[in-house]
Structure formats: structure tokens, C-alpha cells
């Protein structure tokens, strides 16, 4: 078998674990958790459930009450709860789909699933606000055998064990150094670096491995930032600072990461994501684009598919992977029926939080090296 064909065979074979659901003799129950006006329902995990054969929605939470019917009729007509906790208990579905955008409430919803006997749980990105948070729920997860996945999509396509293939067969010559961007619109800065830094940098790491030190610089509008222009941020973050960031990590395997971010500087058309720059091209990872993968070299660039470098995509059903989080929740049942951790789990979900957050604990060591793992696991600004 040549290297391509080896390239073709490796990440379908990849797809064909990822497709692999939970065979029951009945499908597992679902809870949808939102909140209209805190987060909504993300990017669709709340009605992805009702076309995976093997699960079913049951109910719905929701603390606003016109949103809450408006979901209920969406979704079926799941029984509709006005709090979380109560469905969670009186319900206790097989899986609870943590679907607010703003992470003030992760931590909350997380803990009452865990502790309702859930099996799994999908969440939203970002995963909690703190690292101190993060901790809790790893070990939570670990002790109650709970497989938690996180939905930074693009972790589940399974173009990445071609790119990782590609990668480790030299393909883009010696990889020097990854880079991370923002979708730098209005967002640009510190709450771009929470909300859309995140996509980023949990493709990075796969890369590069953990990081170990971060130095980062932080502006606004051009010049250096100070405690005075630390303020809450929008989505439940909490305290963010700056409007512009280029941070720089050191990593275990000596590859430099890098991220940038900078308000109102998106143009359409131009994607955010990882870019994996080696001596002799570049592999482009665009979030949320179809294809994930392009490769840049001599001068020419190619996409990447799970079928090779230039090749058409085999998978038919490729977008309903990525953008509509169907390779996220068949990789959760499979983790489930497995007993094992999704592809992007809590400690993934951890690490991807002590990124954003050891930012801000450089800038607040007035924008000294600091190393990682953080020392101090609750908010760098608080």
C-alpha cells in the first residue's frame, strides 16, 4: 500500500469509529437544557438529538417562559420544565445537552446532570469560566464514570487523522510553529479570544502537544492596556481586557504556539482557525469551514479530505459531521457504549481554558512569561 492509499484506508477507518452509535434495545433519553435570553441553544445541539435514530428527546428546561414554548414545539413536544433541576430529577434522562452559549451557568447545569446519574453530556463552548471549575468537573466525570463532550465541533472531523498523517509524513517539511486567530470581529481581543480562541487552540494542541509557559501582549486601541480597561465580559466570561492580543506559548514539544486577535479587522471570506507552518508549506485548519483542511505549497494550494491530498470527499455525509455536530454526538454514544473519553472530553476541555486564561495571568504579571500548568486556578483579572 502506497502512502496515500495508507493516508485514505487510516481516516476512513477513523470515520467508520466515529460513525459507530450506541446499539440498545431502546434509544437513550435526552434532556435539552437552555436559557432564552443567557446563551439560547448554541449552534443546534438542542435538535440534533431528533435525527440520531438512537436517542430521543424527552424534555426541555428553560427559565424564560416564552422561550421555553418555543423550544418544547421545536424539539416535538418534550415535556418542558421551567427549571433544569427539576427535569433532570424527575426525568433523569440517559443524556443531558447543555445548550446555553453563556458559561455562567455551565459549572450549575454540569454538576446537577452529573449529579442526576446522567450517562454523557454535550455542552457548549466555552467549558466553565475558571480553572478551579474545570478541576471540579474532571474529577466529577472521572469519579461518576460521566462522559462529558464538549462542542468545539471541529475536534470530532475526521479529516484530522489525514492532516496528522500528513503532517508526521513530512508533508510540510519540519513543523515550526502553530498559529492561532480570532475571527477578530467586533469580538476581537479578550472576548475573541474566549468565545472563538478556544476552536483554535483545541485543534492546535494536537499538534503541539501542552503548553508550559505563556507570555502575551494585550492592547487597547493601540496601546498598552492597564488594570483600568479590565471589564466584564459579554456571554458570561467574566472579566476579559484588551481589544488586541498576540500571545506566544511554549509547548512540551518545542513547537511554538501562537495567538493574535484584533478587533474589527475580519473580512468576509476569511476564516479563523490553526494554520500548521513547516519549512516547506502550510496546513490550514479553517473552523467551520467545508473543507477543514487546505494545503499551501509551491505556490499552489490543494484541500485535504479524508480521501488524500486534491482528492474529492468521500464521506457523503461530511457536513452533518462537522457543522452539524453529528460526528460530535455519534464519537459521545460511541464513548458512552465504550466507556471511554469522547475525542474532545474535560481535560481537553480544561486545557483549552487554561489557554485563554493564562493570557490574562501574563498580562496581569505585567506581561511576564508565566508558566503552566496555572499556579492559581480561579480568574487571572478577578
Not at 480562541?197 to 487597547?220: D, K
Request: with cysteine; aromatic share 6%.
Amino acid at each position: 500500500m502506497n502512502r496515500r492509499d495508507f493516508l485514505h484506508a487510516s481516516a476512513l477507518a477513523f470515520s467508520a469509529s466515529l460513525l459507530r452509535a450506541q446499539s440498545a434495545d431502546r434509544p437513550l433519553t435526552v434532556g435539552v437544557i437552555g436559557h432564552t435570553g443567557q446563551g439560547n441553544y448554541g449552534h443546534g445541539e438542542d435538535a440534533v438529538w431528533l435525527k440520531i435514530p438512537q436517542t430521543k428527546i424527552v424534555a426541555v428546561a428553560d427559565a424564560d417562559p416564552k422561550g421555553l414554548a418555543n423550544e418544547a414545539k421545536k424539539l416535538g413536544g418534550a415535556k418542558a420544565f421551567a427549571d433544569y433541576r427539576q427535569m433532570l430529577a424527575e426525568v433523569r434522562p440517559d443524556i443531558a445537552a447543555i445548550c446555553a452559549r453563556h458559561i455562567h451557568e455551565h459549572r450549575d447545569m454540569i454538576v446537577a446532570a452529573v449529579e442526576a446519574g446522567v450517562k454523557g453530556i454535550y455542552i457548549e463552548k466555552p467549558f466553565v469560566r475558571t480553572l478551579a471549575e474545570a478541576d471540579e468537573i474532571v474529577k466529577l466525570c472521572a469519579e461518576k464514570g460521566v462522559r462529558l463532550a464538549i462542542a468545539h465541533r471541529n475536534r470530532y472531523h475526521p479529516v484530522l487523522e489525514t492532516v496528522k498523517q500528513l503532517v508526521a509524513a513530512g508533508e510540510i517539511g519540519e513543523l515550526k510553529e502553530v498559529r492561532v486567530r480570532g475571527k477578530q470581529d467586533q469580538r476581537g481581543g479578550g472576548l475573541d479570544l474566549w468565545v472563538l480562541g478556544g476552536h483554535g487552540f483545541n485543534l492546535a494542541t494536537i499538534f503541539t502537544g501542552p503548553a508550559i509557559s505563556c507570555e502575551a501582549t494585550v492592547l487597547v486601541e493601540g496601546r498598552p492596556a492597564t488594570k483600568a480597561d479590565i471589564h466584564p465580559g459579554d456571554e458570561g466570561v467574566g472579566l476579559i481586557v484588551g481589544d488586541e492580543i498576540h500571545a506566544r506559548y511554549e509547548t512540551k514539544s518545542g513547537i511554538p504556539l501562537y495567538f493574535d486577535s484584533k478587533k474589527g479587522t475580519w473580512s468576509k471570506g476569511m476564516p479563523f482557525g490553526a494554520r500548521l507552518v513547516g519549512t516547506k508549506g502550510v496546513i490550514s485548519l479553517q473552523v467551520d469551514e467545508e473543507p477543514l483542511a487546505v494545503l499551501e505549497r509551491d505556490g499552489i494550494k490543494l484541500w485535504v479530505t479524508t480521501g488524500g491530498v486534491g482528492k474529492p470527499e468521500p464521506i457523503k455525509d461530511i457536513k452533518l459531521i462537522n457543522s452539524e455536530h453529528h460526528g460530535a454526538v455519534r464519537d459521545l454514544l460511541a464513548a458512552i457504549s465504550e466507556k471511554r473519553e469522547p475525542l474532545c472530553g474535560p481535560e481537553a476541555g480544561r486545557e483549552t481554558i487554561e489557554l485563554t486564561l493564562a493570557v490574562f495571568a501574563s498580562f496581569a504579571a505585567g506581561g511576564k512569561k508565566i508558566a503552566l500548568p496555572l499556579a492559581d486556578r480561579q480568574h487571572p483579572l478577578r
